[in-house]
């Protein structure tokens, strides 16, 4: 008897098979599209295919909200981000399910290409959609703010035009010098300069100058702890000079940790009368440096320490008439509370660490040089 062949029931079974995949690759981008909008006309069609089935399995990720309860919260995009940083962001933060979904719908719509950088409230008791849309535009009504330590009023200005902010320079300038907020540490007719603590801060972008400038100063009364002026005036200094030494050590120190050793030297070198040779001081009085592009000259030339200017601490003995920076708490805990011992001398090493050696005799200071 002559054995029927199985070829004919297996073409027709991928003939079937074919067909059902044909319509499996033309459904599932139909019905995520649907669902979810038309594709980005950058998806090839196998990304259409792929995007479009995971979407449809994880749709709830999309379409629920992660906890109807959940508190509002601040979410920042930082400049050049992208949407695998932020999705998987947004999920730590607790606001979206599932951060895979989240960056393939952003892919899928190409959203993804259009993410703002800027400030947002969200909330997980809105859906992952809505948060999407949410982060393609820049109509915020508030703005982070920040000032970094040894700053001075100059570079707070400078910062000003790309912060959303609608302050200029010079009107911040202008409130900074003769600011409207009544301060007794502060004497009369001095700017604010010291007193602009270094922090970041939430502003509405309806901001004042005046307005900032008293947020800033209200910033530095409010992190500077109780016991300082007491520990300032242990050492002989208002809370205004303590400010001005501090402001010096911000600029000196690069490490946190060297900063009580570097205020030793400083009250060191005050208690004999011996001139504070800080160059900090002379790159505040040179003022902008056109051909470096920067506030702090460096290198200082030889007739740079000369130049005449009651900051200039190689010429006039003591401190300087002011603050020449906006110092960080660690500075000013290192004024308040500096380390013991009997140095006058201190430059920074030779192998770009950032820390210094220090010296009690002028000798061995001179033994530090680097070759």
């Not at 991928?14 to 599209?33: D, N, R, W």
């Not at 399910?97 to 892919?107: G, K």
């Not at 820049?138 to 912060?163: D, H, N």
């Not at 009369?188 to 602009?196: C, H, K």
């Given at each position: 008897?002559?054995?029927?062949?199985?070829?004919?029931?297996?073409?027709?079974?991928?003939?079937?098979?074919?067909?059902?995949?044909?319509?499996?690759?033309?459904?599932?981008?139909?019905?995520?599209?649907?669902?979810?909008?038309?594709?980005?006309?950058?998806?090839?069609?196998?990304?259409?295919?792929?995007?479009?089935?995971?979407?449809?399995w994880n749709a709830s990720d999309l379409t629920m909200p992660r906890d109807l309860n959940g508190a509002e919260q601040l979410f920042v995009i930082e400049t050049g981000e992208d949407a695998f940083s932020i999705s998987n962001r947004l999920e730590a933060a607790g606001l979206i399910?599932?951060?895979?979904?989240?960056?393939?719908?952003?892919?899928w719509t190409g959203m993804d290409a259009y993410l703002q950088t800027g400030m947002y409230r969200l909330s997980p008791s809105l859906t992952a959609e809505s948060i999407a849309?949410?982060?393609?535009?820049?109509?915020?009504?508030?703005?982070?703010?920040?000032?970094?330590?040894?700053?001075?009023?100059?570079?707070?200005?400078?910062?000003?035009?790309?912060?959303?902010?609608?302050?200029?320079?010079?009107?911040?300038?202008?409130?900074?010098?003769?600011?409207?907020?009544?301060?007794?540490?502060?004497?009369?007719?001095?700017?604010?300069?010291?007193?602009?603590?270094?922090?970041?801060?939430?502003?509405?972008?309806?901001?004042?100058?005046?307005?900032?400038?008293?947020?800033?100063?209200?910033?530095?009364?409010?992190?500077?702890?109780?016991?300082?002026?007491?520990?300032?005036?242990?050492?002989?200094?208002?809370?205004?000079?303590?400010?001005?030494?501090?402001?010096?050590?911000?600029?000196?120190?690069?490490?946190?940790?060297?900063?009580?050793?570097?205020?030793?030297?400083?009250?060191?070198?005050?208690a004999v009368g011996m001139k504070l040779q800080t160059d900090p001081t002379v790159q505040y009085a040179l003022g902008y440096n056109s051909l470096q592009t920067t506030w702090w000259t460096n290198p200082l030339s030889a007739s740079d320490l000369q130049f005449d200017s009651p900051y200039n601490t190689y010429r006039y003995p003591g401190l300087p008439p002011g603050p020449i920076s906006n110092p960080g708490l660690a500075a000013l805990a290192a004024v308040a509370y500096p380390a013991e011992s009997t140095y006058y001398y201190f430059q920074a090493k030779c192998d770009d660490s950032g820390l210094h050696n220090f010296a009690e005799t002028f000798e061995q200071h001179l033994q530090n040089n680097c070759p």
């Open positions: 008897m002559k054995k029927r062949s199985c070829l004919p029931l297996f073409l027709i079974g991928l003939s079937l098979l074919a067909i059902f995949m044909l319509v499996l690759g033309f459904g599932v981008p139909v019905a995520a599209e649907s669902s979810f909008g038309s594709p980005s006309p950058a998806l090839t069609s196998w990304q259409r295919f792929s995007f479009g089935l995971e979407l449809l399910s599932n951060a895979r979904t989240f960056r393939i719908f952003l892919a849309g949410m982060l393609q535009t820049t109509t915020l009504t508030e703005v982070l703010f920040t000032v970094l330590p040894g700053w001075r009023m100059e570079e707070i200005a400078a910062a000003l035009p790309t912060s959303g902010l609608t302050i200029t320079p010079e009107e911040f300038l202008a409130a900074a010098s003769t600011p409207a907020i009544s301060l007794d540490l502060i004497p009369a007719g001095v700017s604010a300069e010291g007193f602009l603590y270094p922090d970041t801060y939430i502003l509405p972008r309806t901001t004042t100058a005046d307005q900032l400038v008293s947020v800033l100063v209200q910033g530095f009364l409010s992190h500077l702890p109780g016991g300082y002026p007491d520990a300032f005036a242990a050492h002989g200094l208002t809370v205004f000079q303590a400010v001005t030494l501090a402001s010096i050590l911000q600029r000196e120190a690069v490490v946190d940790d060297e900063m009580p050793l570097i205020a030793s030297v400083f009250y060191n070198r005050l």
